[in-house]
């Protein structure tokens, strides 16, 4: 083998294990992102906002109380509007 052929399968090896820590790194980003499940309910005690996370924890039925029945929600990610 040739001092250029090793150099060449080295430079391989090494995009291979940056590529494998990249997609590694990512996917347990990912993981940790969160998507709650947001719903309006309107009551005599006034219009909440609800929130729960997917799997049923975290469940908070007053998150927002409104001063008015909202149309809609959305969330950027931060904020609940």
């Known amino acids: 083998m040739s ?18 820590a990249v ?3 990512v996917c347990a980003w990912a993981a940790r ?4 499940v947001y719903w309006t309910t309107g009551a ?4 909440h906002i609800g929130r729960v996370a997917p799997d ?3 469940l908070d039925a007053d998150l927002i109380t409104a001063g008015a029945a909202p149309t809609a929600i959305t ?3 931060t904020y609940v509007y």
């Open 3 to 20: 001092i250029k052929g090793g150099a060449r399968e080295h430079r391989w090896a090494v995009r291979v294990v940056v590529t494998v």
């Open 23 to 25: 997609v590694v790194a």
């Open 33 to 36: 992102a969160r998507a709650d």
């Open 44 to 47: 005599t005690g006034g219009v």
């Open 56 to 58: 049923g924890s975290a």
């Open 75 to 77: 969330s950027d990610g």
